[in-house]
């Protein structure tokens, strides 16, 4: 007779887990630019390297989220950098840091419910 063996106890982080990780990540570079600004490279990072782990999930919408919030931020945030040369750079970066404030939030919450964050 064999004996039934135990699975193995999971490493690492769940893809729930994960993803609250990478909002994290993503807020405290946003919100501390100047000393934490990597941590939002590397939350695009990570979900670059792990977006094949989480596809066909719920998360998988969440990782792209975070994806295009981020190139559309920085997309944003160079616009705004080109356009403090005439002076109005300060106004479309305070509106950029709003809906990017705005997108983090509103992914954020959607994970809470377990749901895909969407644009209705």
């Not at 998360?59 to 002076?87: C, E």
Request: include cysteine; glycine fraction near 8%.
């Amino acid at each position: 007779m064999s004996q039934p063996t135990m699975p193995e106890p999971q490493s690492g982080l769940s893809a729930r887990q994960l993803t609250h990780c990478l909002y994290a990540l993503f807020v405290v570079g946003l919100i501390a630019a100047p000393v934490f600004g990597a941590a939002t490279l590397a939350a695009v990072v990570v979900a670059y390297y792990k977006r094949s782990d989480v596809a066909g999930t719920v998360y998988a919408s969440h990782f792209d989220w975070l994806i295009k919030t981020f190139w559309w931020g920085v997309l944003w945030v160079g616009l705004s950098a080109l356009l403090s040369l005439i002076f109005v750079g300060w106004l479309t970066g305070i509106v950029a840091f709003v809906w990017l404030l705005y997108r983090l939030a509103k992914g954020w919450f959607a994970l809470f419910e377990n749901q895909s964050p969407t644009l209705d």
